[in-house]
């Protein structure tokens, strides 16, 4: 970049978003959360597990990204979110649509929609949450391909809460369950090209030679 | 590299190689340049037993980008 080039700031933010996002790290670990938030739906005694995916993804995470991810990209402290802002969209959002959705049902079946109604529309609800963070992630990496993910999280929230399934809890549990399979396999994908096609990297040592690369994978 | 270093907390030195497209050499000379005039913050450590060095703006530095940022959008206005 030259001197009189005008520098676009949020371009480069966005781009620097983006890259830190094409290793699909953070799409197996939302499917995996994901797949043990479908099973606490199966039997409350899953959701020791849950919590415990929580707690202990995080770290799995920044410990493959570690491993496998920082020798080939090299290593950036994104900026952090101010927590009441992003806390307070959700919030609003999570309301509005939900609100919305409970309007619509009220007007659609004349009366207050009963607990099966309710759990039959969950699927088209999360597939409208799942809008919204796509939404939020369009804008931080200016990528549009990211709104495919909404579009497929809504489809597929339609037809299960359309399906007529004999308790509407299944059509629920089912949701989050291939919700977790595909981003598990679509990160795991992502994952996989990502080490094949970028090479470790090293810095050069104090002699000034630029060191080996020791591992492709 | 100022203006990646503007919008993140810190990077090292692999990934403003990789984000800038600079060489080492190039990359190395602005780092030394820029830590000289307070500009960044340039912190060397060893992760496992590969070198690593991490950079960030400081508060000049982030101030003097600001001000760069400001004068140039001067000068595409009036161009």
Known sequence: MWMNEKINIREIR?????????????????????????????????????L??????????????????????????????????TVGGIFLYFFAVGLLMYVVLV?????????????????????????????YLREKTGSTGVLAWA????????????????????????YIMLMGISFLLIGFYKFRSFLTTHPVMQEMDEAGQQGEAGETT | MMAHLYVVESADFLFLMKQTGLTFGNLSSHMTRLEAAGFIEVEKEFRGKKPNTRLSLTEAGRSAFEDYKE?????????
């Open chain 2, 71 to 79: 004068n140039m959008k001067q000068i595409f206005e009036e161009l």
């Open chain 1, 107 to 135: 007007l659609a079946e004349g009366a207050l929609p009963s607990s099966d109604a309710m759990y039959r529309w969950t699927p088209t609800f999360i597939g409208l949450m799942f809008l919204g963070a796509m939404i």
């Open chain 1, 52 to 85: 415990f995916s929580m707690i202990y993804l995080n770290k799995g995470m920044h410990r493959i990204r570690e491993r496998y991810i920082h020798p080939r990209t090299g290593y950036v402290e994104l900026k952090r979110e101010e927590p009441k802002r």
């Open chain 1, 151 to 174: 579009a497929y999280a809504i489809a597929v929230g339609l037809f299960f809460s359309l399906y007529g399934f004999t308790s509407p809890k299944d059509g629920v549990t089912l």
């Open chain 1, 14 to 50: 966005q781009k620097i978003y983006h890259d830190s996002m094409r290793d699909g790290v953070t799409e197996m670990i939302t499917g995996v959360l994901l797949l043990c938030a479908s099973l606490m739906f199966v039997n409350s005694g899953f959701t020791v597990l849950y």
